[in-house]
C-alpha cells in the first residue's frame, strides 16, 4: 500500500499529526499497535491513572469550537475521560478513517533507489511512503525488572501498562505491587482501599506532592472557555508549557517568613506549581534545594503516622525535583492503613518470584495479584523495539546505543524523510505533551509542505548540524541539578542492563527556547538539514 506520509501511533501526537497533515493535502496512514486509538491513554487503564497537567491546559487548543463543545468534569482528567475526550476528537474530525489498528510496526527500512520508506506490521502488511512520522510516545515500552521466578507465579500477575481490561477491583485479595514511581503512587491509595492486604515493595521511594484536584462546575467549565486564549498564551510562556512557571525572585532576596510562606501556599495548590513554580534556583543551585528538599520531608513526616515508615518513604539519594515529581491523592496517608505493608528491598532485598508470591531475605509475601509498576525504558524505548534501517544499511538501534543523536530532536544523519515528532532530544518530552506536540506537529507540517511545493523528495540532517545539537543539548544539562539524579530524565534504567549511565534524552532548554530555536532554522531555509 502506497502513502504520501505514514505516521505510526495513533495516541495523542498521532491524532493530530493526521489532522494537521490531511489539512495540508498529504494522504497519510496512521497505524496503530492496538485494537484503538488512545495511546497512553489507552494502554494505561490502571486504577487511579490520570493526568498531572491541568485538563483545560492539556487539551488540543486547535479548533476554537472543539474548545467550546467539550467540558471536562474535573480539573486533572481521570484516565477513562481523558480516552472519551481523545475519541470525540476523532470522531468529531472524521480521522478514524486513516487509521489502522492491531498493526504493530515490526520493520522500517529506507528504499534508497526509489526514496521510500517500506515500513512491515507483525501481520504482514506492507506499507511505502515517502515520508515516515513516529508518533511512538516517550512511555510506551514496559519494563519488567530482572527478578528471578516471575514466570513461576501461580496467581494474576500483569505490567501496569498491560492491564487486564477486566481487572477492576481487588476486594478480599493479598496484592503485591512493586514499584513506587509515578504509577505507583498512584495506584497505592486506590488498591489499598480494596485489597485485605497491599505489600509495596519500594526499590527507590519518589518525592511526591499532593495533586489537590477537585471537579469543575458547569459554570466553572463556562467560566474556563472564556479563557481559553489565555489560558494558552499562559503555557507558551512558560518553560515546561504548563499553567506553572518559575518563580523570578532571587531566592537570597526573599525573607526567610516569606520564603516559607510561599513554599506552603505552593504546597497547598494543585499541580505543578510546587514542582516549577518555585524559585528557579530551587532547580539549578544545591544548597536552595537541599533547603526546599528538607521542608517536603518535613511534609512527609507530618503526613506519616509511624516515623520509621515516613524515613523509609523519603528519598536520600536525590533533592526534591530532580527527577519527575509524582503528583498524588492520599499517597502517604495509604501508609496509615492497618493493611498496607512497605517493604523497603534495599533493606531486605528480593530474592526472586515464587509460585506462591515474593520472597525477600527476611521472608516470604504470599499474594493472590502481583502488579508490576516498574516502568518504562523511556523515550528510546519504543524506538528500539522496531527495526529501523536507514541508509546504507545501517539501524536507528545501533546508532543510538550510547544514546539518541538527533538535530533539534527530529531527524538523525543517515535516515532520510523519518521525522521523530515526539522524539529524543526535542522539546514535547519535557514539557506538558500536548502544547509541544502540536507546536512540532506543525513545524514538521509546514517543512513538508516546503519540500512538496518544491519538489524536493528527501531530507536529513547535515553531521555537523547533529553534532552542534548534541553540544546544546549537554550545555543545558550542565544548567540544572536534573543530572544529578539517576531518573529517565537520563535515561537511567535499572530494570535494563548496562543502563546506569548518563544518556542525553531530553531537551532541558524549556518550550519558548525551543520554539525560537525551530524559527530559526525555518527562517534561515531550513538550515542545518541537506535537501537534496
Known amino acids: 500500500m502506497r502513502t504520501d506520509v505514514l505516521v505510526i501511533g495513533a495516541g495523542v501526537c498521532g491524532i493530530y499529526a493526521l489532522y494537521r497533515l490531511r489539512e495540508a493535502g498529504f494522504k497519510t496512514i496512521v497505524l496503530e499497535a492496538g485494537d484503538a486509538p488512545g495511546g497512553t491513554w489507552y494502554w494505561n487503564r490502571y486504577p487511579g491513572c490520570r493526568f498531572d497537567s491541568e485538563s483545560y491546559s ?79 510516545g516517550m512511555l510506551s515500552a514496559p519494563t519488567l525488572p530482572r527478578i528471578e521466578g516471575r514466570e513461576t507465579f501461580e496467581g494474576e500477575a500483569f505490567h501496569t501498562y498491560d492491564w487486564p481490561k477486566e481487572k477492576t477491583d481487588f476486594s478480599g485479595e493479598r496484592v503485591g505491587l512493586i514499584g513506587t514511581g509515578a504509577t505507583g503512587v498512584q495506584l497505592v491509595p486506590v488498591v489499598a482501599q480494596q485489597a485485605k492486604e497491599l505489600y509495596v515493595f519500594q526499590r527507590r521511594p519518589n518525592w511526591c506532592a499532593p495533586l489537590h484536584n477537585s471537579p469543575i462546575s458547569p ?23 504548563f499553567l506553572h512557571g518559575p518563580d523570578r525572585r532571587k531566592f537570597n532576596e526573599v525573607s526567610e517568613e516569606e520564603r516559607l510562606a510561599f513554599w506552603e501556599k505552593l504546597y497547598a495548590s494543585p499541580g505543578f506549581g510546587v514542582w516549577i513554580g518555585n524559585f528557579t534556583e530551587a532547580l539549578t543551585d544545591p544548597d536552595v534545594n537541599a533547603q526546599y528538599t528538607a521542608f517536603i520531608a518535613d511534609k512527609i513526616r507530618q503526613r506519616v503516622h509511624d516515623p520509621e515508615v515516613a524515613e523509609k518513604l523519603i528519598p536520600k539519594d536525590h533533592g526534591f525535583g530532580t527527577r519527575r515529581v509524582p503528583l498524588e491523592t492520599g499517597y502517604y496517608e495509604a501508609y496509615n492503613r492497618p493493611n498496607v505493608h512497605l517493604v523497603d528491598v534495599n533493606e531486605s532485598p528480593i530474592v526472586r518470584i515464587t509460585p506462591k508470591g515474593v520472597l525477600t531475605t527476611s521472608q516470604e509475601y504470599e499474594v493472590d495479584s502481583l502488579i508490576y509498576a516498574t516502568g518504562f525504558d523511556a523515550i528510546t524505548g519504543a524506538f528500539d523495539r522496531i527495526n529501523i534501517v536507514g541508509r546504507n544499511g545501517v539501524s536507528l ?136
Open 219 to 241: 459554570e466553572e467549565m463556562a467560566e474556563i472557555k472564556t479563557r481559553y486564549d489565555e489560558i494558552f498564551a499562559k503555557c507558551r510562556t512558560t518553560p515546561g508549557g
Open 58 to 136: 492539556y487539551g488540543y487548543s486547535f479548533s476554537r469550537e472543539l474548545l467550546q463543545e467539550w467540558d471536562w468534569k474535573e480539573h486533572f482528567a481521570p484516565q477513562p475521560e481523558t480516552l472519551s475526550y481523545l475519541n470525540y476528537v476523532i470522531e468529531k474530525f472524521d480521522l478514524r478513517r486513516d487509521m489502522v489498528f492491531g498493526s504493530h510496526v515490526t520493520d522500517a527500512v529506507y528504499d534508497e533507489t526509489e526514496n521510500e520508506w517500506v515500513v512491515r506490521t507483525e501481520n504482514g502488511t506492507v506499507y511505502r511512503c515517502t515520508y515516515l512520522l513516529t508518533a511512538v
Open 397 to 532: 538501534r545501533d546508532q543510538w546505543r550510547e544514546g539518541p543523536l538527533t538535530y533539534l530532536g527530529v531527524q538523525s544523519h543517515g535516515f532520510p524523510n523519518l521525522f521523530t515528532l515526539a522524539g529524543p532530544q526535542g522539546g514535547s518530552v519535557s514539557t506538558n505533551f500536548p502544547r509541544g506536540i502540536e507546536e512540532i506537529v506543525d513545524w514538521v507540517t509546514g517543512f513538508l509542505v516546503m519540500l512538496r511545493d518544491k519538489g524536493i523528495r528527501r531530507v536529513e540532517p547535515q553531521e555537523d548540524a547533529v553534532a552542534a545539537w548534541q553540544k546544546e543539548v549537554r550545555d543545558l544539562y550542565q544548567m540544572t541539578l536534573f543530572r544529578t539524579a539517576k531518573s529517565w530524565f537520563t535515561g537511567y534504567n535499572s530494570n535494563i542492563e548496562g543502563r546506569d549511565g548518563i544518556r542525553y534524552l531530553i531537551y532541558n532548554g524549556g518550550s519558548p527556547r525551543y520554539r525560537r530555536r525551530l524559527e530559526e532554522v525555518a527562517n534561515n531555509g531550513y538550515a542545518g538539514f541537506d535537501l537534496r
